[in-house]
């Protein structure tokens, strides 16, 4: 069992044990069940082959209750198994995905690149499954070693060579089964590996859906992601599996046999430890199950212990106010600076990644001589505030999406910065904005995103085209009032702008 399981599982030991009571009270009325209704079938026939005598002797009220009452017992012990092992299992790992998530968000905040969002996503989410569905089979594994040793008592009732027979087969089926076990490794990584990839993709192709349906490019992108790939590795470990499966029904036939050949006794007996052989044997070769899954429990526990383990040495806390090396040249705090060039440069790239929220830019940056890369967003926070171009805003009023920029604001200071950013008029502070400003213009989403920049309070501000879509007027009133806001708390600027009016806030320039 997985060690990250351990801790979650702690606070379910009541539900595990009495889900294992089930499992186990479930498998031997399951093998009573068979064994007893092998008895009273053949002693029933027996006696009806003797005449009316013997049947009018035969006591078949006893042995039907029992097998009435071993079909509600397995019935409810099957019941009480799933459930309660289901509850454990799902309520251990409500709290671990909670845990593991916090560590790969801290470590994405920290500068560690988690890589493809689809891919860390369906790899999370499948290591965590398979974690699951380890501790589900926690509990079931002791219905598999408690009819395994009933049914052997049960054989016992033959005579000790058919007691030997089935202990040796038992012993015989677990060998095989962990001995093929061994080739399912790399076969479970490949098929892990195809499957991540797939859903990778399909999680790439979800942003620009609508696109992709306008321009009828569905049938196209469907064939290219055909996964030849995932198919052969699905089919080989279903191969390797199908293996396992065979070599146990094969050997639970023999070991049937042998204990017919060596079992000593009458008929009804021979019946009884026969069928309870049967069912013993069907519940154990359930063990294999574990044995063919053992092997992706290990890979899942190792990916999500790599995910849990400290990521290094946290970043190194930045000055209060920092300097900025951008593409070669060096701005000191307070600098105010127009990025330039054409669309399309990258100039948006570059700031998104002087904040932290991307790491591709080309350019050599340096915030307080350190790479921004390595600092993450999470060591940048309290540097930057960033008015990006898409101006997301949240379902609230809008003092609610004002509030986001940092705690403790008060109604007067969003008020102010509202002023400036020429917001003032835009609708009041309590009033119901809808999800990402629905019922706003993005002129109007705009200027209460620089509202909120303005009310973070961080030493560098970065606008990405702050005045599209305002007429020239507001757009002259926006400068006016940014240059005096600028001036009084002697904050940086990085500015993209193409409109000649905003480039006057800036007095550097960078061209790309």
């Known amino acids: 069992m997985s060690s990250l399981l ?40 027996m006696a009806g082959m003797a005449g009316p005598s013997a049947v009018a002797a035969f006591n078949y009220l006893l042995p039907s209750a029992a097998i009435r009452a071993a079909a509600i017992t397995r019935t409810a012990g099957r019941y009480g198994e799933r459930m309660l092992g289901h509850r454990a299992a799902l309520f251990a790992l409500a709290e671990l995905r909670a845990f593991l998530f916090a560590r790969l968000a801290q470590g994405a905040l920290n500068g560690r690149d988690p890589g493809r969002s689809g891919a860390m996503a369906a790899r999370f989410g499948r290591d965590v499954d398979l974690l699951e569905d380890a501790a589900i089979r926690r509990v079931a594994r002791v219905g598999g070693w408690t009819g395994g ?47 991540a990839d797939m859903q990778a993709d399909y999680a790439d192709m979800a942003g620009p859906a609508a696109d992709i349906a306008v321009y009828d490019l569905a049938p196209r992108l469907a064939a290219a992601m055909d996964n030849d790939a995932m198919a052969r590795a699905e089919r080989a470990l279903a191969r390797a599996e199908a293996t396992i499966t065979a070599s ?36 154990w070769a359930g063990l294999a199950v574990h044995d063919a899954g053992a092997p992706q ?29 951008i593409a070669g040249q060096d701005f000191a705090p307070g600098a105010r600076v127009l990025l330039s060039g054409p669309s399309g440069i990258g100039k ?15 350019q050599v ?4 001589g350190s790479d921004p890369r390595a600092l993450g967003l999470a060591g940048l926070r309290g540097t930057f505030a960033v008015m990006t171009q898409d101006a997301p805003l949240i379902a609230g009023s809008l003092a609610d999406n004002l509030a986001l920029a940092r705690p403790g604001i008060d109604r007067a200071a969003m008020e102010q910065a509202l002023w400036v950013a020429c917001a003032q008029d835009i609708a009041p502070l309590d009033h119901w904005l809808g999800g990402e400003g629905a019922r706003l213009s993005g002129g109007q989403r705009r200027r209460i ?30 400068c006016e009032r940014l240059q005096q806001w600028l001036d009084k708390t002697g904050s940086g600027l990085i500015l993209i702008s193409h409109r000649p009016a905003m480039a006057q806030l800036a007095v550097q320039t960078i061209h790309l």
């Open 6 to 45: 351990d801790k979650p599982l702690a606070g379910q030991r009541r539900a595990l044990r009495w889900g294992m009571v089930c499992a186990g009270g479930a498998a031997l009325a399951a093998i009573g069940l068979l064994g007893a209704a092998g008895w009273f079938l053949v002693g029933a026939g």
């Open 149 to 195: 040793m009933a049914g052997l008592a049960m054989v016992g009732l033959l005579g000790w060579r058919a007691a030997v027979a089935m202990a040796l087969g038992m012993a015989a089926m677990r060998f095989a089964s962990r001995a093929l076990a061994k080739r399912l490794p790399p076969l479970q990584a490949q098929a892990a590996q195809a499957h």
């Open 248 to 283: 146990q029904t094969i050997l639970a036939g023999l070991i049937l046999a042998l204990i017919a050949w060596s079992a000593r006794g009458g008929a009804p007996m021979l019946a009884l430890g026969l069928l309870a052989a049967m069912a013993a044997l069907e519940i």
């Open 297 to 325: 429990v290990r890979q899942a526990e190792a990916r999500l212990q790599a995910m849990e383990a400290p990521q290094g040495p946290p970043p190194r806390s930045l000055s209060p106010h920092p300097a900025l090396h």
């Open 348 to 362: 948006t790239r570059l700031i998104e990644t002087l904040a932290g929220l991307r790491d591709d830019a080309p």
């Open 365 to 368: 940056l340096r915030v307080d």
């Open 449 to 478: 995103a620089l509202a909120r920049a303005l009310l973070a309070g961080r030493p560098w501000l970065l606008l990405d085209e702050p005045s599209e879509g305002l007429d020239r007027a507001t757009e002259s009133l926006l």
